[in-house]
Structure formats: structure tokens, C-alpha cells
């Protein structure tokens, strides 16, 4: 791939196209349309209130309390489903769910008021040296020590060494030194699982080895060319398709 055949990849096309080529034909060649599962709304909902949160902090310097934490996060979650359809498992409250994420941010509010921020959903690109491919992402914040923080709402626990091994960590360590010439000083999963009794879990680690990067980077350049391929089918599992929201042109692929 050279430089006049510029294409732009980000963490979500890299695990789309890991996933399901086929799904991914579908997302980001024909953009059909997608619903948002229960998890996902109560993730977006997390962030968004997350993301007022701090950025009420940088420009007044002042913590708000709990209770405008958990407001904020209501009003997020009542309205994300006027904008994008919300489709609830039978099994699933949307009531309970709300919940869940009330529990966690409450849960949560004692540790947000310690970080010191310094951006929120700050965007980043990069080009992928040698190639005509520009990675692109946002993140969720930045701290003014130099963490690179991300949130997330889990219904299960990560592993110890997921820092290491997530791509969306290994992104967001390469953009780091990309986009600003230094070193993190680390990288944190800031997590909330929402299991019966939830519980925080603060995931931290150091930078990664150059080793790492340049898998990354390997990585995002093989999915790139894979994009371009034309060569689009479908990778079933429970996994990939329970929640996928597009069965119905998955099933009408072979005609
Ligand atoms: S239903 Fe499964 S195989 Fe079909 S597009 Fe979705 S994830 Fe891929």
C-alpha cells in the first residue's frame, strides 16, 4: 500500500473486520442501519455524564457532586433513544438497566473526583509511517500527569493483563506519542462492573514495548488491506451474531 491510496482505519473498524468481514461490509461500505443493545446504552449513558463531569472540572476546576453525576447520566440515558433505536433482550429491563449504571457511577464518583483532567474525547490521526493509511480515534481523557484514561462499563472482569493486550490500549499509547512527542505515563481502564454487587476496577499499566507497537501497527495495516479487498464473508458464532444488527442481510448474503 503506498501513499496515494489513502485510507482511514480506527480501533472499531480493526475489531469489526477482526470479528465479521461480513458485518463489517455491512457497517461501513452499505452503512446499514444499526440498533443499540441494552450494554451499549448504558455504556454510551456512563460516558456521556462522565464526559460533562470532566469537562465541568476544567473549566470551573470544581467537582460536581454525585448527585448532578447521576442527573447527568439519567438525562443521557433517557434521550440516546430518541436519537438511535434501543432494542432490549426479553430478559432485559430497561428500568434495571438504568439502574446498573446508577450503581456504578455512584460507585464511581469517589475516584473521579481525584483525577486531575486535562482533555475529554480528545480526537486524534496519525499516519502509519510507509504508508498511505491514517489511524484515527478519540480519547475517552487525558489527565494533566499523562494518563490516558478510558471508561468502561463491564458485565464481567478484564483480565490483570489487559492493558498489554488490548489493540484499543495499543492505539491509544501509539496516538499518544504520536500526537504529542512524549511518553504516557501510563494507561488505565477505569472500570464499572455491573455485576449483582458492582464494583470498581482501576486497570493500570506502563507503556508498551516497542515490540507491541509495531504488531499493532502490522496489524492495522494487514485489516487496511483487507478492507480494500472486496473479500467479505460471514464469520458465525454466538459471539459475533447475537447481538448483530444485521441478520437479516447476513441471511439474504448468498442470494
Ligand atoms: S449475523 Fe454474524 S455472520 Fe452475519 S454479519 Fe452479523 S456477525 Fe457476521
Keep these: 500500500m503506498n501513499n496515494s491510496t489513502e485510507i482511514e482505519i480506527s480501533v472499531s473498524k480493526v475489531?469489526?473486520?477482526t470479528s465479521c468481514r461480513l458485518a463489517w461490509k455491512f457497517r461501513y461500505i452499505d452503512k446499514l442501519p444499526t440498533y443499540m443493545?441494552?450494554?451499549l446504552l448504558l455504556g454510551q449513558a456512563v460516558h456521556h455524564a462522565l464526559a460533562s463531569f470532566f469537562t465541568h472540572k476544567i473549566s470551573t476546576g470544581s467537582n460536581l457532586s454525585m448527585r448532578d453525576l447521576l442527573e447527568l447520566y439519567n438525562n443521557a440515558y433517557d434521550n440516546i433513544p430518541k436519537a438511535q433505536e434501543v432494542r432490549f433482550d426479553k430478559d432485559e429491563d430497561p428500568l434495571e438497566t438504568k439502574i446498573k449504571g446508577l450503581n456504578c457511577l455512584t460507585l464511581y464518583h469517589p475516584q473521579a473526583i481525584q483525577i486531575k483532567p486535562l482533555a475529554v474525547e480528545q480526537f486524534f490521526s496519525f499516519m502509519i509511517p510507509g504508508t498511505g493509511i491514517k489511524f484515527r480515534g478519540y480519547f475517552d481523557l487525558l489527565t494533566e500527569d499523562d494518563w490516558v484514561l478510558d471508561y468502561k462499563v463491564i458485565a464481567k472482569a478484564y483480565p490483570s493483563?489487559?492493558?498489554?493486550?488490548?489493540?484499543?490500549?495499543?492505539?491509544?499509547d501509539?496516538?499518544?506519542?504520536?500526537?504529542?512527542?512524549?511518553l504516557p505515563k501510563g494507561l488505565s481502564y477505569q472500570c464499572m462492573v455491573k455485576t449483582k454487587v458492582p464494583r470498581i476496577d482501576i486497570l493500570s499499566g506502563v507503556p508498551h514495548t516497542k515490540e507491541t507497537l509495531d504488531r499493532f501497527l502490522k496489524l492495522s495495516v494487514q485489516v487496511a488491506k483487507d478492507m480494500q479487498s472486496g473479500n467479505y464473508y460471514p464469520s458465525e458464532s454466538p459471539?459475533?451474531?447475537?447481538?448483530?444488527?444485521?441478520?437479516?442481510a447476513c441471511e439474504r448474503w448468498h442470494l
Design 239 to 248: 459471539m459475533n451474531c447475537s447481538k448483530c444488527s444485521y441478520k437479516d
Design 15 to 17: 475489531t469489526c473486520m
Design 161 to 172: 493483563d489487559v492493558i498489554q493486550k488490548s489493540l484499543q490500549m495499543q492505539a491509544y
Design 174 to 182: 501509539y496516538a499518544f506519542r504520536a500526537t504529542t512527542g512524549k
Design 37 to 39: 443493545d441494552a450494554n
